[in-house]
């Protein structure tokens, strides 16, 4: 069974930063990709950032890009995610998702195991 853990979440203004962090318990965490979704209230999950094994090869959602950046310390079993520029519209709770494989994916269907989540809550 594969634990996740996330942390870091919490309330910031506009145009703020936080970092999240999920720690995995799964002994062959750097053989598979990691992910990031979020769920506002009232709408769907979506995708937001994946990383492959190597840490090499990144992908993220449009709304994103330039903003946020994901990285893992296979080390340490880690993943982080590094959110910068926040807006309201990245209000939401956060979910840490271990692959199912070792390349990037957007879709939820290559995660078997997911975090609890953390709420970030970003305020105009």
């Known amino acids: 069974q594969v634990q996740l853990v996330e942390s870091g979440g919490g309330f910031v203004q506009a145009g703020g930063s936080l970092r999240l962090s999920c720690a995995a318990s799964?002994?062959?965490?750097?053989?598979?990709?990691m992910g990031w979704f979020r769920q506002a209230p009232g709408k769907e999950r979506e995708f937001v950032a994946t990383?492959?094994?190597?840490?090499?090869?990144?992908d993220y959602t449009d709304s994103v890009k330039g903003r946020f950046t994901i990285s893992r310390d296979n080390a340490k079993n880690t993943v982080y995610l590094q959110m910068n520029s926040l807006k309201p519209e990245d209000t939401a709770v956060y979910y840490c998702?271990?692959?199912?494989?070792?390349?990037?994916?957007?879709?939820?269907?290559?995660?078997?195991?997911w975090g609890q989540g953390t709420q970030v809550t970003v305020s105009s």
């Open positions: 998702a271990a692959g199912r494989f070792s390349t990037t994916s957007g879709r939820e269907y290559a995660y078997g195991h």
């Open positions: 799964r002994r062959t965490f750097s053989d598979y990709a």
């Open positions: 990383i492959d094994w190597s840490g090499r090869n990144t």
